[in-house]
């Protein structure tokens, strides 16, 4: 008798949104477990490219499993460094086409809003807020829903002054690096929690994308695209000489 072997299925997650490198995977050792993750999150800077499909292979090392066990690639599409998350859809999509699986496009600031709730369960609301630099931040509004155990977006990402976010109608937790910025203090004193922590990591960016990839809501490689949400990346001499701001 041939006793047949079930080999997990695998989601691969990739973030290089901002100076980290941060690779997991997200996968069932078995039929009714709940997901494993196995991640690597190091500070690369502006080498995060050269790290990345080594730490793929270490992490499916250390989880004994190998590409061919992927079914989906989810990646950080932004906002972000612009030069990061063409590095982050590229790479995802390279791997969506030689291994012929989907990807996952997951938005940055969700995923910060999930690692909230990793380590805050109660956290029921989140405002999540990075520093854009130019005197701006991007930011966007979730809620958890316990009957979809899921988040539903309150507000889109979104790229504005630091001066012009609306402030939740119920308490909330203030995720991401902004929380600092100065313009922001009238946020950050409504804020029934501040996570400065709460940054893009792959760890989080897996558990979303597994969610997105159970819900049948992946999409085939081509469409793998940043989502840059500012089109403009850097000041004009004139701006600069005008006194404009970087934070």
């Known amino acids: 008798m041939t006793i047949e072997v079930i080999m997990p299925q695998v989601l691969l997650a990739l ?13 069932t050792p078995h039929a009714t477990s709940s997901p494993c993750i196995i991640s690597r999150h190091e500070h690369t800077g502006s080498t995060s490219s050269t790290r990345v499909l080594p730490a793929v292979c270490e992490v499916l090392e250390e989880a004994r499993l ?37 990807v996952v496009p997951v938005s940055t600031l969700l995923a910060c809003a999930e690692r ?8 029921r609301r989140v405002l999540v807020v990075l520093n854009a630099r130019m005197g701006e931040v991007y930011w ?5 829903d316990d009957i979809l155990e899921d988040w539903r977006v309150c507000r889109p990402a ?9 402030v939740p109608d119920e308490p909330f937790t203030l995720a991401g690096n902004a929380s600092s910025i100065s313009d922001m203090l009238y946020v950050t004193k409504q ?46 001499i004139n701006e600069i000489a005008s006194g404009h701001l970087r934070s």
């Open 15 to 27: 973030d290089t949104s901002t100076d980290f490198c941060s690779v997991a995977i997200c996968y």
């Open 66 to 102: 190998t590409l061919s066990n992927c079914v989906a690639v989810a990646f950080g599409a932004g906002p972000g460094s612009f030069t990061g998350l063409r590095t982050a859809a590229g790479v995802a999509q390279g791997l969506s086409f030689g291994l012929g699986i989907p």
């Open 116 to 123: 909230v709730r990793l380590s805050d369960p109660d956290a």
């Open 140 to 144: 966007a509004d979730f809620s958890w």
């Open 158 to 166: 979104t790229l504005t002054l630091s001066t012009c976010i609306p």
């Open 191 to 236: 804020a029934r929690v501040i996570d400065c922590y709460a940054m893009p990591h792959a760890h989080a960016l897996a558990l979303v994308g597994w969610r997105i990839f159970m819900d049948g809501c992946a999409l085939p490689a081509h469409l793998a695209v940043p989502e840059y949400v500012r089109d403009k990346v850097a000041l004009t």
